[in-house]
Every structure is written in structure tokens, then in C-alpha cells.
């Protein structure tokens, strides 16, 4: 019998979570996802609180020079399931109920949205830290590479993410 | 001397192994298979691989290890039929 001053269990929360994960190999329209998301979860079931980033292309290379596109290689199967897993741990940690996370893969162009996160939650606070927390998870933890495909015809793999 | 067999599909008694994005263009290449060694008593590991196929870069500190799609420490025994992913950093998002 656990004795009320353990840390609770996040199994049950667990259970209860609903995860959605999809990788686009052609471009999606965020604001249309995240509508189908929340028609999803309607009525009673409907969070109380929810928060989204969503990240699109800049037209500027690392360098300054203009971008052509943006390529993004994943590892096929290990992408998806650290998705997942970043999800579920990160869900968890901040007692969330519905995730959504959205990334492309491929040749992305400048203004084309590149990841969707959206977090719903009972309240604001664990909303807007889980959403925050996951993204910056999955920049630095779930297998993606990008490389620049610049105006001026050259291209190169980034070897890290843009500042915070 | 432990030989380097072509890739193609994965095959019996070998280590898959995958290099993904500037890693696999720098070394030229993206996918081998390499004998396991099952006589061995103790299996070949991630770094002991990283300097036998003469990989560029830093093992560690700018390429991490995942072995069956899962991150592992470099110096984690490997075992015939593993499929072992060098990973240059990561950019996603």
C-alpha cells in the first residue's frame, strides 16, 4: 500500500493520455490540423487550457544568404518512436492529457510550417510548460537533420539549432 | 582481419549499421554490414567500431551512439542482428 507522501504514480495518467504524432512528407496547413484536433475533443472532454507553437521556415540561411528550401533527413522508426517517448515522459511530468505533434520531413520552403506542437491541459501553466519543454525536447533529442539549401546554389548540414 | 561486407539486406550473424546526413556524406557512405564475431567472448562495441571504419569526427561529443533505435552508450556490447546508428547532432524542430 503506498503511503500518501510518495510521489504519486503517473501510470493511470499515463493510460489516460492521448498522443497524436504524424511526420508530413509534403507540406500541412497547421491551423487546419490543430482545428481537427480540437473538434476531436469537444463538449465535456475539451481542455480547459491549451497552448501551441507552431515553427515555419525563415527565408535567411545561417549565413544571411537567402534560403532556397530547407531538407530534413530522419532516421525512419527511431524518429517516430522518440517522438512518442518524448511525449509520453514530457505528458507526464507535467500531468497533460492531449498532445499533438506535427513535423515535417523532406524539402521545406521558407513560410512552410516545419512542427506543430499543441499541448491541452486543465490549466495554463502545465499547458504552456509541457508545450515549451517538448519542443525544445524534440530539437535536441528526437533524430532530425537539416540541411540549407541557400540562393546562391551552395548547401550545408546545420550542426544545432537556432538560439531559444 | 575482420572484412567490411557490402550492404544490401540485412544479413544472418552481422551488425547493420546506418550513418545518417553530413556523417554519411562525409564517410561516403550509409549503410554496411559487419560481421559479429559470435566466437568472441566479448561482442564488438560502438567505438571499437567508430575507429576500426575510420568514421570523421568526434565520437561522443558531436556524434551520438543508438543501437535498435534506441540511444546507448558507446561502449555497450553489440550482438549479431543489432542495427547501430552513428547520429550527427541534432536539428529538428
Known sequence: ?????????????????LIK???HSTGFEPLV??????QAQSGIAA????????????GVAADGCALEALELEHY??????????LARD??????????????????????????????????????QRCCQELLEALKH????WKREWRSDGSREWLSGNTPL | MVSVVAADVPRVGTIRILLFAGL?????????????NPGCAAGLTPRELWLQLQLPGELGSQVRVAINRQFADADTPLRAGDELAFLPPISGG
Do not use: K
Open chain 1, 90 to 127: 514530457c505528458c507526464s511530468r507535467h500531468r497533460v492529457n492531449r498532445c499533438l505533434v506535427q513535423h515535417r520531413i523532406g524539402r521545406v520552403l521558407p513560410g512552410e510550417a516545419i512542427v506543430l506542437v499543441a499541448i491541452g491541459a486543465d490549466r495554463r501553466g502545465p499547458a
Open chain 1, 47 to 58: 481542455s480547459a487550457a491549451e497552448a501551441h507553437f507552431i515553427g515555419r521556415v525563415r
Open chain 1, 1 to 17: 500500500m503506498s503511503s500518501p507522501f510518495c510521489p504519486q504514480s503517473v501510470g493511470a495518467d499515463t493510460e489516460a493520455m
Open chain 1, 33 to 38: 490540423v490543430l482545428e481537427h484536433w480540437q
Open chain 1, 21 to 23: 504524432i504524424d511526420l
Open chain 2, 24 to 36: 554519411r556524406e562525409r564517410a561516403g557512405w550509409g549503410e554496411q554490414h559487419w560481421p559479429a
Open chain 1, 76 to 85: 525512419p522508426g527511431m524518429t517516430e518512436q522518440q517522438l512518442e517517448q
Open chain 1, 141 to 144: 533529442h528526437a533524430p532530425f
